[in-house]
């Protein structure tokens, strides 16, 4: 048989529950009579539990779904797997965390063809066992994985495309970029990727009806893991401009960030905790969702710092614990406090 024209790669990390949901919306694509695909799932903590599901799930899925140990190095290196184990023309990358409706994949291959682009992305909504999230200020939902794009086919304008949770690319244009810098641990390994996907001379465009569905854990609705991932951001933010920009500019971005913080975010924050509430959203979300805001933008600024005292001199700034705590793999489990913070 001739192979498949699309890969869809699933990379998984201790997947539990989530991985029946992933393989059974990716099992279930629509693909139109267009194309043919396969689902390739990457163990990045191989378990026999994993791999036994995968081998009772490939009976009934009516698509080949193929099973690879990784080697327990990370996101990067999983991604380098699925790329030389494919075997088709077109890569989807898909997440272990997410639904994606019936013609995800159709419309990601569709726009690809239509608009001869070399990586196509798509909008991603948040999925959440409380119908009160759709009250959240956008800034809190994008913390949260959501990506909302204007509603028609565009070439990406934007300094990066979407995270490569939802993205469909020409494997030989990937093979041409090189490999995801396995080094990077936490987290911001496809913005990277892409700044020199696109550098390369690549082409990307969006595909609005592409969605997928992030799932967000309750736990996950708490302050504390709004601040953590603002950390996090900021310190992904200064390893990216510190490659794209160079070290005196991203020491200068650095003290504007500061400055902003200082002078716009902090009075903001102080203002908006003695104002007026916002809606209450959940139990763990605090109702002043703006004092929340400025508090993450706060965060990140002083994680951006951080992260360029290190580049300027890692032996004086060497900060470890400061770097281990925003590693994906020690994401803390984020409990829901009595109280919630305001």
Known sequence: MDAPEVTVCLCVYKPGELLAQALGCLAGQNTHGAFRYEILVIDDEPSGETARFVAGFQPSSGVAVRYTAGEGRGISHARNVA????????????????????DWLFELYRTARE??????????????NDNQTEALVPFLRACLGE????????????????CTGNALARKSTLETTGKFDETILDGWEDWDYIRRFRAAGFSCWHAPRALVHHVVPPERLAPDFFL???????????????REWGLPRTVLSCVARLGQAAIFHAPLWAVAKVGKRSTTV??????????????????????????????VSPR?????????????????KYAPRQEPCE
Not at 147 to 162: G, K, L
Not at 316 to 332: D, G, I, K
């Open 83 to 102: 790329i030389a184990e494919s075997r088709s023309e077109w890569i989807a990358w898909f997440d272990q965390d997410q639904a994606a409706e019936p």
């Open 282 to 311: 959940s139990p763990l979300i605090p109702a002043n969702q703006r004092a929340l805001t400025r508090a993450c933008l706060m965060a990140r600024a002083v994680s951006y710092a951080r992260k360029t005292l290190w580049h």
């Open 115 to 128: 608009t001869g682009a070399d990586w196509v992305d798509g909008p991603r909504d948040l999925l959440v």
């Open 147 to 162: 990506i909302r794009e204007p509603e028609h086919v565009h070439r990406v304008t934007r300094r990066y495309a979407s």
């Open 228 to 242: 953590w991932h603002a950390g996090r951001v900021g310190a992904a933010f200064a390893c990216r401009d510190a």
């Open 316 to 332: 004086l700034f060497p900060q470890r614990a400061y770097h281990a705590r925003f590693r994906l793999r020690n994401e803390p």
